[in-house]
């Protein structure tokens, strides 16, 4: 059997290095190359500093590894995009292309392609948003996830290409930050609450969005990547969901355990992405397809949350 070699883009970033970390666990450390844009240091398996932009230095990167598989995680996340609209697009889709290009040219085995709840827009069913459903996405950040789930489907369908892909959530978790999100306030109000500080938060104590615990999220992907193919009928990407919750309502869960956490709301330009997104998600395609099944609710999330940002916060 051949070896598998699996290259993460965006090891650095919040998904990227709870998932390279989870990567090596199954498939061994030094199979799994961790790459970013920036010097990672050292780590426990091969790193590697790339710019997914360059294909000739990602063909160089696969070429010495000998990698047959492509998390692709590195993009511009919703608010940041909307800053720069063409610098996102650009930086989205490019990479994008270069991976599926390196994987066609090459055959190699497997890409890992995340998309996004930003895909949906307005004239999406707000509520159990369906997998098929009117796709006009508000923000860039959506736009390019739309575009780069359809040249996935393309791939795969005209030159066999078997890539995979899940519209993730808003994700927590407490090994990594995220950056540049619409949904990043749920990472935030956990620091803080840790930290005895009072939270500020940018959305309405009522926006309610889909969002997912960080263990569910890795489980998924890994699952995901595992299903026989001959059992995934999504090939642009699965809808994937774990709970939904508001801002009053994850700080309602955190005084259950911090009684003194205060909370404010001042919403700024992220609400109106926040209000364009679905509040919770229809994920009945994977649940049948490839037997996903979430674990963690709010209050099981915030207590896992608090134990290890406690632990860490006390380490510092
Ligand atoms: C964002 O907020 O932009 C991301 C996402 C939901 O894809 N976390």
Known sequence: M??????????????GAVLTDALREVYQPDNVIASDLRD???????????NALDPFALEEVVKK???????????????????????????????LFNVL??????????????????????????????????????????????????????????????????????????QSMPGGGTTDYA??????????KPYECFLSQDTSL????????????????EAPASRLSVRTSYNLAGMSFTPAEVAASIKKRMPNFKITYKPDFRQAIADSWPASIDDSAA???????PEFDLDAMTKDMLHHLELQYQAA
């Open 2 to 15: 051949k070896q598998d070699r699996i290259l993460v883009i965006g090891a650095g970033g919040q998904i």
């Open 40 to 50: 990672l240091g050292p780590q426990n398996g091969p790193v590697e500093t790339l």
């Open 65 to 95: 590894w000998k990698v047959n598989q492509i998390y692709h995680l590195a993009a511009i996340l919703s608010a940041t995009g909307e800053k720069d609209p063409m610098k996102a697009w650009d930086i989205n889709m490019r990479s």
């Open 101 to 174: 290009e390196i994987s066609r040219q090459r055959n190699l085995a497997k890409v890992y392609f995340p998309s996004s709840i930003a895909v949906f827009g307005r004239e999406a069913a707000h509520l159990n948003t369906p997998q098929y459903e009117v796709l006009i996405p508000e923000t860039v950040y959506g736009i390019s996830k739309v575009a780069g789930e359809n040249w996935a489907n393309y791939y795969y369908r005209r030159y066999g290409v078997d890539v995979r892909s899940l519209r993730y959530p808003g994700i927590i978790g407490y």
């Open 187 to 196: 990472v935030d109000i956990y620091h803080y609450a840790v930290q005895s």
């Open 210 to 225: 889909p969002m997912l615990y960080m263990p569910d999220a890795i489980r998924a992907t890994l699952e995901l990547m």
């Open 287 to 293: 649940r049948h397809d490839w037997g996903w099944k």
